[in-house]
């Protein structure tokens, strides 16, 4: 497919749907800046202005797993005037590439989180051509996964920095989750060549441990002085029921923050004889492309969960040409992130179907998590054309609704490469959440 541009003014930037992002309380924030710890301006210093103008949201729809949402965008989409043919033509993949480079280089955006994936590519418009530096921009509608985290979330984060004041831990692509001594209930602070924050139980707090938390608050930083950021930040709590070191299963070849998964992956990648005619940067974008296709395509594996987004290509191996067609095979090794949850973990998914039984919840790309009305202590199946579950306090389970709940198995089913997953509302801070 190529798309033709035409002369027209420059693109239109308007922003159609705004999200509110929860922030910290003033106490919180004031109670962090008292705390010694190191470089304390890096967390709360103000933000300034958002750079992301020229990106406008047509449709918000979350799927409200913890930290998901998936987005539908319209973005303008530059194209330098020596990419165009003579005929004023250009490919759709070159179009995707400067997309897919563009995301990468913003990383996050204040009201929609850290950009994860492209999941699906909508439509191309006519060009239009920019006067003054000859570019051509293309709207492009696409969909696209992100990452963000809102207050009140029970998440997991790895422990990267130990001070005697607290920790920060890692949870997904968020490298600062601050937990504060104060939020540490029973923790004494133990100082040495390896610091840790022991109890009365011996469990510990040190580097590498994973720690299940409250989030208290988050906060965006769209820069530190003149460096920009574009990072996401957040206060964390042990106050509560199941919060602290946990024990997760794995390997040491993955490293695991909440659902999702960081993993070094293998790859083979086929080349079409056609297309080498490319070299050097071209060439490598179009191994990019067909290995974005042909991950996105694999769906999801037994081990790794669902495969979510390529982060970096590592390595590119000397290419083989096949026989019978002249394409080329290139192996290559690159970094993604995958999502998959285990047992013990307390998630948030939405409900979207109601049965006497139970209730079917959807977690991001899961969609078959089913509650059962043994795992719903209190709540009685109401009937009715929009049935639903509801307890003594008029809490209701119903279409819609977002439930936190805690795994209590997952099933991978080989035929349909997916997982389903049963879950309960036994436990506290647990069942529907506003």
């Not at 040409?321 to 949850?341: A, C, E, H, M, Y």
Request: with cysteine; proline share 4%; net charge neutral.
């Amino acid at each position: 497919m190529r798309t033709r541009a035409f002369s027209s003014s420059g693109p239109t930037t308007e922003t159609l749907i705004r999200i509110q992002v929860n922030t910290c309380s003033a106490a919180y924030l004031q109670e962090l800046q008292l705390l010694d710890v190191l470089e304390p301006r890096m967390i709360w210093d103000n933000s300034g202005e958002s750079i992301f103008s020229d990106l406008f949201i047509l449709v918000m729809f979350m799927w409200i797993t913890g930290m998901f949402s998936e987005v539908e965008l319209l973005r303008d989409v530059a194209v330098l005037a020596e990419n165009l043919d003579r005929n004023g033509l250009v490919s759709q993949r070159f179009i995707m590439t400067r997309l897919l480079e563009d995301l990468l280089k913003e990383k996050a955006n204040k009201d929609l989180g850290y950009f994860l994936a492209v999941t699906s590519l909508k439509s191309i418009g006519n060009g239009k051509l920019q006067d003054e530096s000859g570019n051509v921009f293309f709207p492009v509608a696409f969909k696209c996964r992100t990452f963000m985290p809102f207050r009140g979330e029970v998440l997991e984060g790895v422990v990267h920095h130990i001070y005697r004041f607290g920790v920060f831990l890692q949870c997904g692509p968020v490298k600062y989750a601050f937990l504060s001594f104060r939020k540490m209930p029973n923790y004494s602070y133990v100082p040495g060549e390896n610091p840790t924050f022991v109890n009365d139980q011996l469990a510990k707090i040190e580097n590498g441990v994973v720690v299940r938390f409250l989030v208290l608050g988050v906060r965006w930083i769209e820069k530190r002085g003149e460096i920009m950021k574009r990072d996401f930040v957040m206060l964390a709590s042990l106050e509560g029921e199941s919060l602290g070191p946990i024990s997760l299963s794995g390997t040491d070849e993955i490293d695991l923050y909440k659902m999702f998964l960081k993993v070094q992956l293998p790859w083979n990648i086929i080349i079409p004889a056609e297309s080498l005619e490319s070299n050097g940067l071209m060439l490598q974008r179009s191994m990019i492309l067909r290995l974005l296709d042909d991950f996105a395509s694999k769906k999801a594996s037994k081990e790794l969960g669902y495969y979510l987004a390529v982060t970096t290509l590592d390595n590119i191996g000397e290419g083989k040409v096949r026989q019978n067609t002249g394409d080329v095979l290139f192996p290559v090794r690159f970094s993604g992130i995958t999502f998959k949850i285990f047992r013990g973990e307390i998630i948030e998914g939405v409900v979207h179907k109601v049965l006497k039984h139970g209730v079917f919840l959807r977690c991001g790309p899961i969609e078959n998590i089913y509650l059962s009305n043994m795992k719903m202590p209190d709540y009685r199946y109401v009937p009715g054309e929009d049935p639903e579950f509801m307890n003594d306090k008029l809490s209701k389970i119903k279409k819609d609704v977002v439930v936190r709940v805690i795994v209590l198995g997952t099933k991978w089913l080989e035929a349909e490469r997916e997982f389903q997953a049963l879950v309960s509302l036994e436990g506290d801070y647990l069942g529907p959440v506003s």
